[in-house]
């Protein structure tokens, strides 16, 4: 069942990555998990996704390593494998380190695309990242300065892959047809995409006013809000790190049909994101985020049109395999072709499950 006493605010503070950390703990990831999150050896909960699994199947899944090709990630259009057909353990640094908080995301992306050598899974998904980014947008990114982000969905993303052995998507990654017991997992406890400091701090800038003196923040829009991390993990975003940034107003919104083993939030609007819309003002002063919005349905599309507001934020999958947003186009071709008043001004990776291809995309409204 759903953790009725879990406290967000608690776990927080509570955390730390020599006590929950598979990597840096010692302890097999199950028991990281149910220590974490306060759930006992003995639970039989059944994490529901794409699939069905419990923290004692996943954690037998783990231990069988590359069985029953449970770490094939790397294979060609056709799905057949490619060599090398796992990447390097520097490799998998490499790209996990790409979303590091300290970094300056276009320049890390051209530093892993000049580091690769020829002929390895490196080059090819180097390659890959870096002709996806986009950026026409001043200001958004933070520039490279060390500073700390508590991010436990990311400090568990980055173990799961070095356990996978998954190093970043290739263009064939959108022909990928497996998945890991891993997953259902995270998207329980945390969410269906990782927030990266990068893209948090990317969403709260858009929130700032043009006019600060005079002007209130904008409101954020989190339709399909799910079990909240990103509303979380958006309320508390270190401000302190944006010169003169005001306080984020993120409104989590969801018809709550899901279940999540999970609540990061105890706010959230229960209501179609259509109706929301429609009750105040179309969205209108507001910036519209969507995190994974599901591709069936009939969801992504009737929300994005219904929008009046001038910036929209979606977080999902950014190559062919229709798994967010849409079955049969990308979410930026979808944007170009039905909505002619906005314009890509941003897109730049998330980190990415094994087998997953995600972004972050920035729509705003063409100035008149």
Request: proline residues 7%.
């Amino acid at each position: 069942m759903a953790l009725k006493n879990f406290n967000p605010g608690t776990f927080l503070q509570d955390w730390s990555e020599e006590k929950y950390s598979p990597t840096q703990s010692g302890k097999p990831f199950a028991q990281c998990i149910g220590e974490a999150f306060g759930i006992p050896p003995t639970d039989a909960y059944v994490y529901r996704a794409q699939a069905e699994t419990t923290l004692h199947t996943t954690q037998k899944a783990i231990a069988g390593k590359r069985s029953y090709g449970l770490h094939g990630w790397y294979h060609d259009d056709d799905g057949k494998p490619i060599e090398p057909l796992h990447p390097s353990t520097e490799e998998i640094a490499a790209y996990t380190s790409l979303f590091d908080p300290s970094l300056n995301l276009p320049k890390a992306l051209n530093g892993f695309k000049a580091n690769a050598k020829a002929n390895t899974l490196r080059h090819g998904i180097s390659t890959h990242l870096t002709s996806r980014f986009h950026n026409t947008a001043n200001g958004l990114l933070p520039s490279k300065k060390v500073r700390s982000h508590v991010n436990p969905y990311y400090s568990f993303w980055t173990y799961s892959c070095q356990e996978l052995e998954w190093a970043g998507p290739l263009p064939s990654t959108a022909y990928t047809k497996i998945s890991h017991h891993i997953l259902p997992v995270f998207y329980h406890h945390f969410g269906c995409v990782v927030p990266s400091y990068a893209a948090l701090h990317v969403i709260a800038k858009l929130a700032q006013p043009s006019k600060p003196s005079k002007e209130s923040v904008l409101p954020i829009l989190d339709i399909g809000s799910g079990n909240g991390y990103w509303t979380y993990m958006l309320r508390n975003f270190p401000l302190a790190d944006i010169s003169g940034a005001k306080q984020l107003d993120v409104r989590p919104i969801d018809n709550q049909l899901s279940e999540y083993r999970v609540s990061w939030v105890r706010d959230t609007i229960k209501s179609d994101g259509q109706a929301y819309l429609k009750q105040h003002d179309d969205g209108k002063g507001c910036i519209l985020l969507l995190v994974y919005p599901q591709a069936t349905g009939n969801f992504t599309g009737p929300v994005l049109k219904a929008f009046e507001g001038d910036t929209i934020v979606v977080a999902g999958t950014q190559n062919g395999n229709g798994f967010t947003a849409f079955q049969d186009a990308v979410v930026d071709e979808w944007v170009e072709n039905s909505l002619s008043a906005f314009d890509l001004t941003l897109r730049m990776p998330l980190p990415s499950f094994a087998g997953k291809d995600e972004a972050l995309f920035v729509f705003q409204r063409k100035k008149a």
